[in-house]
């Protein structure tokens, strides 16, 4: 990284600083150290970008902004024969954010009030701005704190200019914090991190600015400071002892050459050269056809009054809102676009001061810096030594880096960071890092409330420094984090063929007619097919139709008196229904005078077979099976009745049995009846009393409704 500084350079020492000042069009580094509270400017370096490789004052291009910051290090290494590591750099205020926020520590019994508890007050105000900022941002923006500055002490709740060493019960410190989002901060450690420096400390600009032109003792004053770049207008308002605001503006000095390029046709170089050598009488340049041209400079800065009125009006506009509305004491312009010709004067006029009270800062308005023999005499040095001063006076407020899956991320210093600190401002979502579970499926099934549940979530897997940690261990400066994402469970899902089987329509005629038959599904008293995915708080209902006497009681007439037959045989009441099958009825009276005369013709076998134990049909049993079981069973066999649709059998007994031993069969708790549901009973269609005698074939009914 520093092959170009000579065999032998010593090593910056920790006293020693170097700032770098990366702005829009110039690249300014000055070296420097503190001798009795001086900051002794020892060398300086300023470099123009080849290109436009920065935009209101964010780097685009970070290897082509590198180049140049490279260079102006190793000039300052050459000649003073150093080996430059550290670097404190400032940052322009682009979409800068603000917070104001209090926090308060509790020092009873703690002695008295030293710097490091002071620290720690700031700190935690910095984090509560933190969280604050990061509540109302959106879509998981990061940003970071560049610049704080305490407005107010209290001691047990009394303002107070400064608590160190006091006593007390409680100590507060109201402070206004500078944030910016991670874009901006990170492409400027990007460019230190290719020429191989390490950030010391960062700052905002107009903090910069502020420190060394506008110190501590002089904000008593209302006053604004204007750090006027090429892309950007930092400004900051000191009030009461304190910096009480932060503004920016995106309209600066390159407002003034874009002008210059529309009005003279000229490139965008030729603009700057015109812009700064308009110290004599005239002005002459080359415009894009190549023609030589001259200008009187009083013409020249005439043309350009209109953009110069537009910034002064911008600047003004921006400070009074800062400054609540009020105009301040004073204005300083720093920085190289406040060299613009009577910029001053306008901005003096919007804000309705006297003339007298905007002025250019320079050399001659830096407090407690000795620049020696080093020449430094314009406001575009203003800030880069003044993040020289604020290096030395804010020491300690720095970021952390921490490598997180092989990538460095920085932190910067307010609190303890825990591993979910980091990963949030590296941009994990919450279920990235957490997981979820599988959401439950809810669905209503025959009016009983079902439920499935999802999968659990797979927890992340992290390690810090190479051992398994938690989202809440601690982490610092140096430490390796691996993280591999939670995993989120998988939301529960049924299809009507998971809890009802195959729900395919099958179709019997009976005298010629079509019936359906087998399982049906109804969603929502829809019809579905097997394949339907189940829905939260779907209500289903699901029927089964399979055997004869399951059809009897779906038939949208009375069965009662009617023998059903296939191929001129009659069927069982659990006879398994078969897909296409063919069926014809008859009256039952008629059916049984048919069979004994049938009877009385028919020989009698000589000697009888004797009987089987019947068995239970089944769906594997061929038709023919089923059609030529026996109707009329021999006196032991059992009798059958259809209860609830399904055939039941009774043992065959002299004295008839009774609808209440039906009951029992039914399995119905009476105690615990279902909410909102009423039981009915029937037999054979018509109202029943608990003693009623039933008999073969009865079809009876004993369920909620």
Known sequence: MNDNVQSGARLQSENEVFALDIGTRTVVG????????????DDCCSIPHKSRAMTDGQIEDIDEVAKIAGKVKA???EKNNITLTEVSIAAAGRALKTCRTKASIDIEDKGYINDEMLKSLEMDAIADAQDSLDEKSSGGSSFYCVGNTVVKYFLDDYPIKSLKGHRGKTASAEILAAFLPSPVVESLYSVMDKIGLSVRSLTLEPIAAMNVIIPAEVRLINIALVDIGAGTSDIAISRDGSIVAYAMATIAGDEITEEIIRKYLVDFNTAEEMKQSASGETIKYRNIL???????????????FPTVDLLADTIAANILEANGGEAPA???????????????????QKLGIPEERAAVGGRQFMRNVDTGSVEINGPEFVTPIGIGVTATIQRGYDF???????????????????VVDLLRIAGYKP?????????????????????????????????????AAAIDTPVKQGDTVTFKEAENGVNAQLSISDIAGDVTERRISIDGMEYPFGTAALVNEKRISSDYKI?????????????????????PFDCNGIVFMKNGK??????????GDKLETCDKTAFEEMESSRKRTQPKPVQPAAEKPQEKPSAEKPAEEQENAAEAPDVGAPITVILNGRPTLLERRSSPHEFLELMALANLDTNNPPPGMNIVISLNGKDVSFMDPIKEGDVAVIRWE
């Open 75 to 77: 000039q300052l290494e």
């Open 30 to 41: 000055v070296l420097g150290h503190v001798s009795d509270d001086t900051f002794v400017v």
């Open 570 to 579: 009659k069927l069982r009441f659990d006879y398994l229904l078969c897909d």
């Open 535 to 555: 829905q939260n708080y779907d209500d289903i209902s699901i029927s089964t139709v399979e055997t004869l006497g399951d059809l009897m009681l779906s038939l």
């Open 330 to 348: 004073a204005v300083f312009l720093v920085g190289g676009g406040s060299q613009v010709p009577e910029l001053s004067k306008y901005v003096a």
């Open 290 to 304: 190549g023609m030589e041209q001259t200008v009187e400079t009083s013409a020249f800065f005439e043309s350009l």
């Open 400 to 418: 952390s880096t921490i490598t997180l899956n092989g990538e460095k991320i920085r932190i910067f210093d307010t609190k303890k960071i825990t």
């Open 431 to 467: 279920n990235q890092i957490i997981g979820r579970s599988g959401r439950n499926l809810t669905y209503i099934l025959n009016g009983e409330r079902k439920s499935a549940a999802g999968t659990l979530a797979v927890p992340a897997e992290i390690t810090v420094n190479g051992k």
